[in-house]
């Protein structure tokens, strides 16, 4: 392994890089939040070997190849993670009072750093509830557009 020294063009490959990884795993999130139930592990399986393929097709050096690249290798390891998730919430237990559980737990993502209390991740639930319905100005409000104003 060789060390280089920090130069713009370095950060600017490496952030696109990041980038592209980072909207694979997000795109791989909204794939799989459209594909019905009975049918996820199946797409999980094959977005992961599918985009490990594509990853290693691509070849070419500018920053769009590099981007596709990326994004493949950014589902692949999101899906991946999601599939090693699934296999292992049957075959392991995680005890919370044994830190080597864990740290197993975590790893394949079994373990919530949350505190579990009453049936409720007491830090999940203090999040703010976020309402999307369109605002609705109330009745007695007149609303004028700046064209009529003048």
Do not use: H
């Not at 594909?35 to 990853?55: E, F, H, I, S």
């Not at 999601?82 to 292992?88: P, Q």
């Amino acid at each position: 392994m060789k060390i280089g020294k920090i130069s713009l063009a370095n950060i600017s490959n490496e952030t696109v890089s990041f980038g592209g990884a980072v909207l694979g795993g997000a795109v791989s999130d909204g794939v799989m939040a459209i594909v019905p139930a009975d049918q996820k592990t199946v797409a999980r399986y094959g977005m992961t070997g599918g985009d490990v393929v594509l990853a290693s097709l691509v070849k070419g050096k500018d920053s769009i190849s590099q981007i596709v690249k990326m994004a493949g290798i950014g589902i692949a390891v999101k899906q991946g993670l999601a599939v090693i998730r699934d296999f292992a919430e049957g075959q392991i237990s995680v005890d919370e009072n044994s830190l080597a559980s864990k740290f197993v737990g975590g790893a394949v993502g079994l373990a919530c750093p949350c505190e579990y209390e009453n049936g409720n991740y007491s830090k999940l639930s203090a999040a703010p509830a976020i309402n999307f319905d369109p605002v609705i100005p109330p009745a007695d409000r007149a609303i004028t557009s700046a064209a009529s104003v003048y």
